[in-house]
């Protein structure tokens, strides 16, 4: 396979600097070892940074966020909900801190508003009746799976960009100073293949350092992991930050009908072997509580983690180190048509491809400018359904009879799974629950797929997506996916609710049984990340 540029990753990052290329007239084609989002970009809070955050310890990173955020929020309003943010104090807290953080936030020139203690409780009343003060920022949240489907489905739409998942860059031939040929894996099927690109971008996270090594470059990563847990239901309306340096537990953000706490910070060897832990899913609610004090009592439904793609400046753990992005023109290492591109924030995706464009189009002598900056983003009806309340509004208008609830938490009807797979089907074939479940609200109810997962598997074989026990194989694999989110939070109410779905699986469909059919290969890969 030729392009002209290939970009290596599909997470925010890669998929905005496939739709800022295609924006400026440059085909390029993206590989993918999981799916989008496989990384850091599926793994966050989704929250759009106001900056606020890092007013106290890193003022360039805040103005960066600032820009950004402001920017997202006029041109992709399909993807962020401007629910706003309050930093709080509750007693006990550094006073000085809390003296010094409007101060801050005028000099990275954010608005903040100061609001009276109680003002604040009763905008948002699980707060502490312990808070001593608390400001308003312009925080916002994002749906980062329908942000990086609508950046490549708008590159597609451009110049036809393509996106191969399930494929995995293993080598690379230098020649001359320059990349001559990328070698990559089917993690599905196991076959090689090769690419020849006249420019070759690494937008690989916590991942490009092995990713640069592989051309004999360096770059110095710094891997953190953060493990976030998410409620049985939405909380606040709005963000709501510990005000204090950033540390673990500092931060519930909605999303969408539930709300997501964060996040811990454990520097990590291996961006493959991030999991959430037990120890990690206490270390959050212990620092929350104090602020939130009914998390005590709450119901979690699943863990998550990621893996922050940091730059390390040589020593100091993950919270010392920048937000700001790296771009590695790897000229130092003799090459003249690779770069990564790594570091940052997904608030600041964008700016981080923009500066990538800039490298790569110079490189390729390509004079036309950003246009990401100005263009709004297309809503694709391909990508609406990852958005919470999207399919039950639709369901509800249509009044079909004939039209059933597959997934009856998130009220996902067969209609939404019929769309999706056409719309997949159109750009790679059998995309399987896994697939479905990053590009629509499947699985990410109270049940945690335990009823959907069955329901959706057996649509799929009425429709005939599903012709063997192939079928099974994949509801397993979905299943597996789930429950390795549960683990950290099995207590109360939600072992129950775990414990009733391991019996309908095992004793129903038999699923604690070897596979009819081994199961693809491609579902272990998945199973290794998030
Ligand atoms: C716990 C946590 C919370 C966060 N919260 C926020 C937040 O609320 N707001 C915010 O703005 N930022 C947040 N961030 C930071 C943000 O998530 C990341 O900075 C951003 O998502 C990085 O995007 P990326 O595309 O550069 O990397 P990634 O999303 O990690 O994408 C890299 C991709 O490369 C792929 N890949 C790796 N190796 C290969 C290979 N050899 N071949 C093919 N593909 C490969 C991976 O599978 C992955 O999909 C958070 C991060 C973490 C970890």
């Not at 509004?393 to 056409?422: F, G, T």
Request: proline residues 6%.
């Amino acid at each position: 396979m030729r392009t002209d540029v290939l970009i290596i990753g599909a997470g925010a990052t890669g998929t905005g600097l496939a739709r800022d290329l295609a924006l400026r007239g440059v085909s390029c084609v993206v590989v993918e070892t999981g799916d989008v989002n496989s990384g850091a970009s599926g793994g966050n809070h989704g929250l759009l940074h106001s900056g606020g955050r890092y007013v106290s310890n890193d003022t360039e990173a805040a103005r960066e966020c600032r820009e950004e955020g402001a920017l997202i929020k006029r041109l992709a309003p399909q993807c962020v909900e401007d629910c706003g943010g309050l930093f709080v104090a509750v007693a006990g807290d550094d006073e000085r801190f809390v003296a010094d953080y409007p101060g801050w936030c005028a000099a990275a020139g954010i608005e903040v508003c100061c609001l009276e203690p109680a003002e604040a409780r009763a905008m948002e009343p699980v707060l502490s009746p312990k808070v001593i003060a608390a400001f308003a920022v312009p925080d916002a949240t994002i749906d980062p799976f329908r942000l990086a489907l609508e950046n490549m489905a708008h590159a597609h739409a451009l110049t036809g960009c393509t996106l191969l998942r399930r494929t995995r860059v293993t080598g690379m031939d230098v020649d001359a100073g320059r990349v001559v040929r990328v070698h990559t894996v089917n993690t599905v099927s196991g076959e090689a293949g090769t690419i020849e690109a006249a420019q070759v971008v690494s937008a690989t996270g916590a991942w490009a350092g092995r990713v640069a090594a592989l051309a004999g470059a360096h770059i110095p990563m710094l891997c953190s992991q953060g493990t976030l847990l998410v409620t049985h239901e939405r909380m606040t309306r709005r963000v709501v930050n510990r005000l204090r340096p950033p540390g673990n537990g500092d931060i519930l953000v909605p999303g969408g009908t539930v709300s997501i706490l964060g996040t811990t910070s454990v520097t990590v060897d291996d961006p493959d072997r991030a999991r959430p832990t037990v120890a990690e899913a206490d270390e959050n609610l212990r620092q929350a509580l104090p602020m939130i004090p009914s998390l005590a009592y709450t119901r979690f439904v699943r863990a998550y983690c990621g893996v922050r793609p940091l730059i390390s400046a040589g020593g100091g753990d993950g919270r010392a180190v920048s937000r700001g992005f790296m771009l590695y023109d790897h000229t130092d290492a003799g090459l003249s048509n690779f770069c990564s591109v790594t570091g940052g924030k997904l608030t600041t995706f964008r700016l981080m491809a923009e500066k990538t464009a800039d490298l790569v189009c110079a490189r390729l002598g390509v004079t036309a400018p950003c246009r990401t900056r100005t263009e709004p983003l297309p809503a694709a009806p391909a990508c609406r359904w990852t958005e919470p309340g999207f399919a039950p509004r639709l369901w509800a208008q249509r009044h079909d009879a004939d039209d059933p609830l597959l997934c009856e938490c998130e009220m996902v009807p067969a209609s939404a799974v019929d769309s999706i797979m056409n719309d997949c089907g159109q750009q790679f074939p059998d995309p399987g629950l896994q697939a479905l479940g990053k590009r629509s609200r499947i699985g990410k109810g109270s049940c945690q797929g335990a009823f959907c997962g069955v329901r959706v598997a057996a649509h799929l074989y009425d429709t005939g997506h599903y012709t063997s026990p192939r079928g099974l194989a994949r509801m397993r694999e979905f299943f597996t996916e789930r429950f390795k989110g549960q683990r950290p939070i099995l207590w109360g109410p939600q072992l129950i609710q775990a414990e009733l779905a391991e019996a309908l699986h095992c004793g129903l469909l038999g699923l604690e049984l070897g596979d009819p059919e081994a199961a693809p290969a491609a579902g272990k890969d998945e199973e290794a990340r998030s």
